[in-house]
């Protein structure tokens, strides 16, 4: 008889009380995907017909959607290919919670409509106490185009040439701004840009003056540039542009300006980021005087660059709940990191790993404080983990979160100052997994490991 006929029929596979219930959490056409894929397995003789079933199980993913969960261990606290800053749990419960039918735009008490996102935006307002309102908008760059087209449409931007930047994905702030139908005043240099040359622009047609605080660079050297206070006193509203979130002054990172600074030294509006220091979702942040706010909020653009419910919940969360995986990630003890490192490289030692623990160097990222090292510590690899850590089966079927790291000397580094400590124990199984499939054996002498672990912690 042909084996191939012995290739049980679909209907009867689906019949697997695994299958059914994968069908539940997944839907039955992924499922019947999955199936009819093993089938063919079967059919082409990779597997035995017996096996169909297990084969088809094996292949589905843990959950619907396509992302993965990541254990960030690249040493980059706000890595913007991960998505940026993890919500707090918070944050996650609150976004959980608005997931279904909530109170975005009515009132419980009068059973009437309500402000949107009321508890969101009081939160903010009372984050930034300079701040005479506040509005939300889907991401930062939004808050600059609604700024400009609410503000400065058919009229000029003053900017200095040296804030020309550009952000992610080769997107460049002039050709965002113009796109709004503002004409770009450049004024200074690239390395030297002075009150007076903001002066001599402003007139009649001048929109606003822009701040922009530089994303992902510094300029060293023989440079100059006009503070917000200057700038406040030459007529025109001045718009801050801080980008990486920081609402309030931070001690470990004294040079990333805030919000609530900007704020007092007299900028009408500031933007930034909510998914960046500040640690909470995608939100493009406006805070300032309440006569500029109230212009951005009832243009009609606002319509269009307008939160969802669950980004307003995770914002008020973020706000008012605990600390935030990025703000404990920033002012992680160095020593505490160090033991973190020996015990998971001791972990994965005895279970025949090449595992070290190294002293390391991280970075906020995201665009924030540029040129700052947070010192960290690491477990050190070998290079040839990072592509299972990455997408092994175990990773697609969730056995394991992927693990990212980054390559140095030839090694595989796990930065863990962005890694919760909660998350060790499944840092180092999915690093176990990963050296089983490639068979990796440890190259090190016996007592090494310990000798570096005495090392780093001294």
Do not use: C
Request: charged share 20%.
């Amino acid at each position: 008889m042909d084996a191939r006929r012995l290739v049980p029929r679909t209907d009867a596979v689906l019949a697997d009380p695994r299958l059914t219930a994968a069908a539940d959490r997944l839907g039955r056409t992924q499922v019947k995907a999955a199936v009819a894929r093993a089938q063919q397995q079967a059919r082409a003789g990779h597997i035995s017909p017996e096996a169909v079933a297990d084969t088809a199980v094996a292949s589905l993913p843990a959950r619907s959607a396509s992302l993965h969960p990541v254990i960030n261990a690249t040493g980059v606290l706000l890595h913007t290919n991960l998505g940026r800053a993890p919500l707090s749990e918070a944050a996650i419960q609150a976004v959980s919670a608005a997931a279904g039918w909530t109170d975005l735009e009515f009132d419980l008490v009068s059973g009437t409509r309500g402000r949107r996102g009321r508890g969101a935006l009081a939160a903010l307002a009372d984050a930034v106490p300079a701040a005479q309102a506040v509005h939300v908008v889907n991401n930062n760059a939004a808050a600059l185009v609604l700024t400009a087209t609410a503000l400065a449409a058919g009229r000029e931007i003053v900017v200095s040439r040296g804030e020309l930047i550009e952000i992610g994905d080769g997107f460049r702030l002039p050709e965002l701004l113009e796109s709004t139908g503002a004409r770009i005043r450049e004024v200074g240099t690239t390395n030297r840009t002075t009150v007076a040359d903001y002066a001599a622009a402003v007139g009649p047609d001048t929109g606003f003056l822009l701040k922009v605080h530089p994303s992902n660079f510094r300029v060293e050297g023989f440079t100059a540039q006009a503070s917000v206070a200057e700038l406040a006193g030459l007529g025109a509203p001045v718009v801050g542009d801080i980008g990486s979130g920081l609402l309030a002054a931070h001690p470990l990172l004294p040079s990333e300006p805030d919000a609530d600074s900007w704020l007092r030294a007299g900028a009408g509006l500031v933007t930034a980021s909510g998914d960046k220091l500040l640690g909470g979702p995608q939100a493009g942040l406006v805070l300032g005087r309440a006569d500029l706010v109230a212009r951005l909020a009832r243009h009609p653009l606002a319509r269009a660059l307008r939160v969802g419910k669950m980004t307003m919940a995770a914002l008020e969360a973020t706000l008012t709940g605990p600390q935030v995986p990025v703000a404990a990630a920033l002012s992680a003890d160095r020593a505490f990191l160090a033991r973190r490192a020996q015990q998971v490289s001791a972990t994965l030692a005895s279970a025949g790993v090449d595992a070290r623990p190294v002293p390391s160097q991280a970075v906020v990222g995201g665009g924030g404080a540029p040129g700052v090292t947070l010192p960290s510590a690491a477990v050190s690899l070998p290079e040839r983990l990072a592509g299972p850590l990455r997408s092994s089966a175990a990773v697609h079927n969730g056995a394991h979160p992927a693990v990212i790291g980054r390559a140095e000397g030839g090694r595989l580094l796990l930065d863990l100052r962005a890694v919760p400590p909660t998350d060790d124990e499944a840092l180092a199984s999915a690093v176990i997994a990963a050296a089983a499939i490639t068979a990796v054996r440890p190259t090190v002498e016996p007592g090494a490991a310990a000798a570096e672990s005495q090392r780093v912690a001294d």
